[in-house]
């Protein structure tokens, strides 16, 4: 059972453009973060997200956790050909610990330039 | 270390062949976990330990597979008999205390059975 479900799997558009992805569940989350990925190196943490409706701005990345906790987007403004690479969302059920730390398969993106 | 290390970076082996692979995390980081990550596939937890604990072995694929954790910090996960079907990519994580709020991975080992 894929408990977060990522689209797009994948994205490729122009530089300049804006772009969404979407994070989602039927479970509620104690928190979610969401991490990026480039070939050959492990995921790199890029926000955590813990209340209904929060919103984190990171540069040109919103992030946004849904007012219900069960899911999440991420919006990127004028992507640039350095934002490639593979986004994954990443839930907390339990609020810590493995157990509470369920991975999506991803949106690979490509921002072409 | 400054960050989660990994050792081997990547390995061939002989299917039947048994291999170990090395995760040292970020010195104090009490939680250690181990994620496989296949194409297509996202990451699929494998085991979690907390000291040298592991109070979490439920997603161990197979009798196959084992972990340990020495002195709170460096952990082997050990693959015996490999098959085909375990190529992929080994990460490991650290995080500060068990904690919902983020992991630092390492580089990973990309592990191929041929």
């Known amino acids: 059972t894929q408990l977060l479900e990522q689209s797009p799997q994948f994205l490729s558009i122009q530089e300049g453009e804006n772009l969404t992805v979407y994070c989602n569940s039927s479970s509620v989350f104690s928190s979610l973060q969401w991490y990026r990925q480039e070939p050959g190196e492990g995921p790199v943490l890029l926000v955590t997200?813990?209340?209904?409706?929060e919103v984190k701005k990171l540069k040109r990345l919103t992030f946004q956790f849904g007012d219900a906790r069960k899911d999440s987007s991420l919006h990127i403004t004028a992507a640039q050909p350095g934002d490639t690479g593979l986004y994954l969302c990443a839930g907390a059920r339990s609020g810590g610990g493995a157990d509470g730390l369920t991975f999506g398969k991803g949106t690979h993106l490509i921002i072409q330039p | 270390g400054a960050g989660v290390s990994q050792s081997p970076s990547n390995k061939v082996t002989e299917k039947g062949k048994d291999v170990e692979l090395r995760c040292d995390p970020i010195?104090?980081?009490?939680?250690l976990y181990w994620y496989r990550q296949s194409l297509g596939q996202g990451l699929e937890f494998l085991i979690y330990f907390q000291g040298n604990s592991a109070p979490d072995k439920s997603g161990l694929p197979s009798d196959r597979f084992s972990a340990e954790r020495t002195g709170g910090s460096v952990s082997t996960l050990t693959i015996q008999r490999t098959q085909q079907e375990d190529s992929a990519v080994y990460l490991c994580?650290?995080?500060?205390?068990?904690?919902?709020?983020?992991?630092?991975f390492g580089s990973g080992t990309r592990l191929t059975v041929v």
């Open positions: 994580a650290s995080s500060l205390v068990r904690t919902g709020y983020g992991y630092t």
């Open positions: 997200v813990v209340t209904g409706g």
């Open positions: 010195s104090g980081h009490t939680a």
